[in-house]
Every structure is written in structure tokens, then in C-alpha cells.
């Protein structure tokens, strides 16, 4: 398991450093419409008839996100302030979210009603480990095999939310995509960049999921084989 954790943990990095380029060398090349992230935001939220989220700037580099809580445009300022190919792209695919919400998408609500059992999955998962760790008498209370059952059960919360986080991204920038090019925010050439640099996004959620199910399917042969 140590050898498959250490397998995935590489390649994440390499998803991660991979995305963290592309981001880079497509930050550099001027959006030949010379919007800038936030304008774009706000133009397609205008578009999609949606005028109660806002958009905002917050700290830190590839920190862009949707919130759904108070439905808001959250962008790095590199994205909001920066006048790029990047910039626009990353802008479009957190508005994606928000007409994803607007319209009641239904993977996006069904993940994030899922996120609340995900956390405590989460932190049950890593009382388990701690435990472990320092405290094997809670092993022997419990019994192993229930302990198994328990990282089932959690690992396959966690697992099913990674599955369903990727047709909500995909989605997203799909959306994003189609409207950049329809609204002719983009050239054929930055339409092109940007779609590169959101398949490395979505690079990242799917390298996860295949770590979740490996994950899981683990826990499972070990539960099957402790029998």
C-alpha cells in the first residue's frame, strides 16, 4: 500500500507541477480582447441572467473557486487582475460553477450536499491513522476487522465525492469553453490555450478519484482477505 500510496503522491505532483507551468506560460500570452479575469466573470455571470453573485479577489496562486455558501467568484489576483489567455480561462470555468448553481445542475448539488459526510469521512479517517499510530489498544477494543469497515465505509464516501467532483469540473469548463468562444473573448489560438490549461485542471480531480478507488478497493481485499 506504502508503494502505491508513494506512486500516486508522484503523480499528483507531476499534475500539480504540469498545471502550475501551463497556468504560468499562458499568463504571459495578452488576451487578444484585453478583458481582464473579473471582467470576463462578471460578463458571463451578465450572460447567464445571473446577478447576485459577486466576484472577488483572494489571496494566494491557483486559489480560485466558486462558493455557493454566499455565491461568490472567488479568483487569485493573478486571474483577476491579469488581462490572459489563463486568466480568462480559469475566470470563465468558476462562473461555470455558478450557472451550474443558477441552474440547478444536479451533480453539483448532489456534491455539494455530500460535502458536510466527506469532512467527517475525512477526520474519522485520520483519527484511525493517528490512532494507530500511537494508540494500539484502540485496535484491540474494537477489533480489526470492524476497524476495516469503518475505513471502508469512510474511503467510499470519499471516493464517491471524488467521482462525482468530475463531471461537476468537466461541466464547468465545457461551459466555460463554449462561451468564451461564442462571446469571442478568445481567438481560435487562445481558445485552444485555454482549453489545454483546464484539461490540466481536470487532470488533477481525475488522478485523485484513481487514488480514491485504489484507495477504497484496498481497504476491501484487506477486509476480504483478513476473513
Known amino acids: 500500500m506504502i508503494i502505491i500510496f508513494i506512486v500516486f503522491f508522484i503523480v499528483s505532483l507531476i499534475a500539480s507541477n504540469r498545471l502550475k507551468k501551463k497556468f504560468k506560460k499562458y499568463s504571459q ?35 480560485d473557486h466558486y462558493n455557493p455558501a454566499n455565491k461568490t467568484v472567488n479568483l487569485s489576483p493573478d486571474v483577476y487582475h491579469g488581462r490572459s489567455t489563463a486568466a480568462a480561462a480559469v475566470a470563465a470555468h468558476e462562473c461555470g460553477h455558478a450557472v451550474q448553481h443558477a441552474t440547478a445542475y444536479s451533480f453539483l448539488e448532489f456534491r455539494s450536499a455530500m460535502v458536510p459526510i466527506q469532512n467527517v469521512s475525512g477526520r474519522i479517517m485520520n483519527f484511525i491513522i493517528l490512532a494507530s499510530i500511537f494508540g494500539g489498544m484502540f485496535f484491540l477494543n474494537i477489533g480489526f476487522q470492524n476497524i476495516l469497515l ?65 484507495t477504497l478497493l484496498y481497504y476491501v481485499m484487506m477486509f476480504l482477505g483478513d476473513e
Open 29 to 63: 500570452i495578452p488576451l487578444s480582447s484585453g478583458l481582464s479575469g473579473r471582467e470576463v466573470a462578471e460578463l458571463m455571470l451578465a450572460d447567464n441572467g445571473i446577478y447576485d453573485v459577486s466576484v472577488t479577489s483572494v489571496e494566494g496562486q491557483l486559489t
Open 150 to 214: 469503518i475505513l471502508i465505509a469512510c474511503q467510499a464516501v470519499i471516493t464517491l465525492f471524488s467521482l462525482v467532483t468530475l463531471p461537476v469540473e468537466y461541466d464547468a469548463s465545457n461551459r466555460a469553453l463554449a462561451w468564451i468562444k461564442d462571446r469571442n473573448i478568445v481567438n481560435s489560438e487562445e481558445h485552444y490555450m485555454a482549453k489545454d490549461a483546464l484539461n490540466a485542471a481536470a487532470s488533477t480531480y481525475l488522478i485523485a478519484a484513481l487514488g480514491a478507488i485504489t
